[in-house]
């Protein structure tokens, strides 16, 4: 499935291609050639459907069985986009530095979240400019998969001697299918207001990159653990925030960790504010605590955190498995589980 101009696409040559050509090969010209076409026949933008997958969940909900009910052609259509493997979103945008081309990817190009659908798991962005990233979905998939996933096209297109397809012999290939949406007055107002709320959440929300002068290579050499070593500045910098700021910390806060050596296993939470944690903080806040004494202490919270992360990893974690356990059992059983606990 391919969007450009909030116009949705199929391309029908990549239906027939076997898993292993799709996965040793970028792109045969034919292939190219539709996206061209595409491009180019991309002038005008279209109502902005996909926005409405960016909106509150309730909203969408009801807004999802209005559009798939009000044609045959609309619930096809999204058959298809849940059906293809990913989305190839392509958009009329050029960002320059990173940090432009990230905020792109996460909000959309400065028209906003139009050419997306965001329940898609995964989601390949290409700018005009040729910049490219990935948007994800996490209900259905987690970061490591993911990461896999991006690791595995970054280095296939840096292998020398990746395929970058063949000549084809084709004449004449396959025109891409455009495909169209029904919408009705109650939808066009649902796009209006979901683009509206997409506009107002964009704005709530900060982003900013900080580069060191050193990466994990250098933290492996001192003997420390990058995670533990980025979780800890991580907190410290936090505290210092609240600290300027006159405000206590409130509520908890957790890092993933992934439980994929089971069956069916995605993530645990690894409960990262610990005793020791607190204690490295707070050293460093003070004027009377040594260096060693402030070494000593990160030294013992990142352990502890490494300790952590390899348990819930081993899923003996504490929050997970009793979600599993509460969501498999009678009701009249849950009421009694939570009972005990309590």
């Given at each position: 499935m391919l969007l450009r101009m909030d116009a949705y696409s199929a391309l029908p040559s990549w239906r027939r291609k076997s898993v292993v050509t799709a996965i040793h090969t970028l792109a045969s010209p034919v292939e190219i050639s539709q996206i061209e076409h595409i491009v180019s026949a991309s002038k005008t933008q279209l109502s902005a459907v996909g926005a409405l997958t960016a909106a509150n969940r309730d909203l969408w909900a009801s807004d999802y069985?209005?559009?798939r009910s009000l044609s045959p052609s609309n619930a096809e259509l999204i058959d298809t986009i849940h059906s293809a493997a990913f989305v190839l979103c392509l958009d009329p945008a050029?960002?320059?530095?990173?940090l432009t081309t990230s905020r792109f990817l996460w909000h959309g190009a400065p028209n906003g979240l139009r050419n997306r659908w965001v329940d898609k798991p995964i989601q390949m962005i290409v700018f005009d400019s040729a910049r490219a990233g990935l948007m994800g979905e996490h209900s259905i998939m987690d970061g490591t998969p993911t990461l896999k996933f991006a690791d595995g096209i970054c280095a296939a297109l840096a292998n020398p001697k990746f395929d970058h397809g063949s000549p084809s012999h084709s004449t004449s290939p396959p025109t891409p299918v455009e495909l169209q949406w029904t919408l009705d007055e109650t939808l066009k107002q649902s796009v209006a207001r979901a683009e509206r709320d997409a506009t107002a959440l964009v704005e709530?929300?900060?982003?900013?990159?900080?580069k060191t002068g050193?990466?994990?290579?250098?933290i492996k050499k001192a003997r420390v653990s990058p995670d533990a070593w980025a979780q800890l500045l991580v907190q410290l910098a936090y505290a210092r925030v609240l600290r300027a700021k006159g405000e206590k910390r409130q509520g908890g806060t957790y890092e993933s960790a992934t439980t994929r050596r089971f069956f069916k296993g995605r993530t645990e939470v690894i409960r990262v504010v610990t005793s020791e944690t607190d204690a490295f903080v707070q050293a460093m806040m003070a004027d009377d605590v040594s260096t060693e004494e402030k070494k000593a202490l990160f030294e013992?919270?990142?352990?502890?955190?490494?300790?952590?992360a390899q348990a819930a990893g081993r899923g003996e974690g504490v929050d997970r498995h009793l979600s599993g356990e509460l969501f498999n059992v009678p009701l009249a059983v849950l009421w009694l589980t939570v009972i005990v606990i309590v």
């Open positions: 069985v209005h559009l050029t960002p320059g530095d990173f709530t929300q900060a982003m900013n990159i900080v050193y990466g994990k290579s250098a013992k919270a990142a352990k502890v955190h490494v300790a952590n």
